[in-house]
C-alpha cells in the first residue's frame, strides 16, 4: 500500500517497518503537502484497504479507531533516520 500511496501523491517512502502492533515508515514529502497532510494520506489509505480486504477489522471495531493519532515528523535538515525511530 506505501508504494501505492508514494506512487499517487508527492511522497517518497525511505523506508518501513513494524513492531509490537505499530508500524514504522520513514517517507519524504515536497513542500507542496503539509507534513499531516502526509500522515492523514498514509492513514487514510491504510485503513480504507485494510478494512476493504478484512471487513471483520471494521466489525470489530465497531466505530472505534483503526490507528492513533500520534505520528513523528522531522523537517527539512533533520532529516529521520531508521536509529531515530527505534529510539
Given amino acids: 500500500m506505501a508504494t501505492?500511496?508514494?506512487?499517487r501523491f508527492p511522497i517518497e517512502r525511505d523506508?518501513?517497518?513494524t513492531d509490537k502492533g505499530h508500524l514504522h515508515l520513514l517517507c519524504s514529502a515536497l513542500?507542496?503537502?503539509a507534513?499531516?497532510?502526509s500522515v492523514?494520506?498514509?492513514k487514510r489509505i491504510t485503513a480504507r484497504n485494510i478494512f476493504r480486504r478484512k471487513p471483520v477489522?471494521?466489525?470489530v471495531l465497531?466505530?472505534?479507531e483503526?490507528?492513533?493519532d500520534a505520528y513523528y515528523v522531522a523537517m527539512g535538515g533533520e532529516r529521520a533516520n531508521w536509529q531515530t525511530v527505534e529510539r
Fill in 66 to 68: 483503526f490507528l492513533t
Fill in 15 to 17: 523506508a518501513i517497518g
Fill in 57 to 59: 477489522v471494521k466489525r
Fill in 4 to 7: 501505492e500511496i508514494a506512487e
Fill in 31 to 33: 513542500p507542496k503537502m
Fill in 40 to 42: 492523514q494520506v498514509f
Fill in 62 to 64: 465497531w466505530g472505534g
Fill in 35 to 37: 507534513h499531516g497532510q
